[in-house]
């Protein structure tokens, strides 16, 4: 019966609007771990994998802000593993 009563406490709402502190803290917890893996990700694709590992790292970004996380270094990493990947194609293409 506990079980049900915490589970409904976490699904309802409250009367005043405000979200119950624990899905806050879940979704803030949620979004840094979002935000981490956007950053490592993005690192691993300045290496490696390029536009790959950029969009997945820019979803990653997104998610984490959807969650109420700043993600601006993710984003950044994302968009530079995407320019960067291209510009590789093309040099790599254009001398083929």
Do not use: C, W
Not at 12 to 36: I, S, V
């Amino acid at each position: 019966m506990s079980d049900s009563n915490n589970l409904q406490r976490l699904t309802m709402p409250r009367p005043d609007g405000q979200a119950a502190p624990e899905t806050t803290e879940f979704h803030l917890r949620q979004g840094q771990k979002y935000r981490r893996a956007s950053i490592i990700i993005g690192i691993v694709g300045l290496f490696l994998f390029g536009v790959a590992a950029g969009i997945i790292a820019f979803i990653m970004a997104r998610r984490a802000e959807a969650a109420g996380v700043n993600a601006t270094p993710g984003k950044v990493l994302a968009v530079l593993d995407i320019i960067g990947g291209i510009i590789v194609m093309v040099i790599f293409f254009k001398n083929r």
